[in-house]
């Protein structure tokens, strides 16, 4: 079973850092690309970032320059590193992968951040 667990939301002030974390299990993780989503109130979940299985990252626009993802195989774990922080940064974060064996998307429980003065 395929369990997806992040951890590091809060809150923080405008211009503040915050570095999620998603701990994978179940799946042989250094054979998947691993994403962030996010999802603000009101709003639609939108992809944040990727990182493919090579260590290859892309970005949304609206965060290049402020996200970094990361991961590190040997704990499956991949990494959010958020600076720069806004209030329109405010969500809730979801890790996610594809499971295409059997044409899925896993998703963790989510993980809530905000940005408020």
């Known amino acids: 079973q395929v369990q997806l667990v992040e951890s590091g939301g809060g809150s923080v002030q405008p211009g503040g850092s915050l570095r999620l974390s998603c701990a994978a299990s179940g799946i042989a993780f250094y054979n998947y690309d691993m994403d962030w989503y996010r999802q603000a109130p009101g709003k639609e979940r939108e992809l944040v970032a990727t990182i493919t299985t090579g260590g290859r990252a892309n970005y949304a626009d609206s965060v290049k320059g402020r996200f970094t993802i990361s991961r590190d195989n040997a704990r499956n774990t991949v990494y959010l590193q958020m600076n720069g922080l806004k209030p329109d940064d405010t969500a809730v974060y979801y890790c996610?992968?594809?499971?295409?064996?059997?044409?899925?998307?896993?998703w963790g429980q989510g993980t809530l951040v905000t940005v408020s003065s």
């Open positions: 996610s992968t594809f499971i295409a064996l059997r044409r899925t998307r896993a």
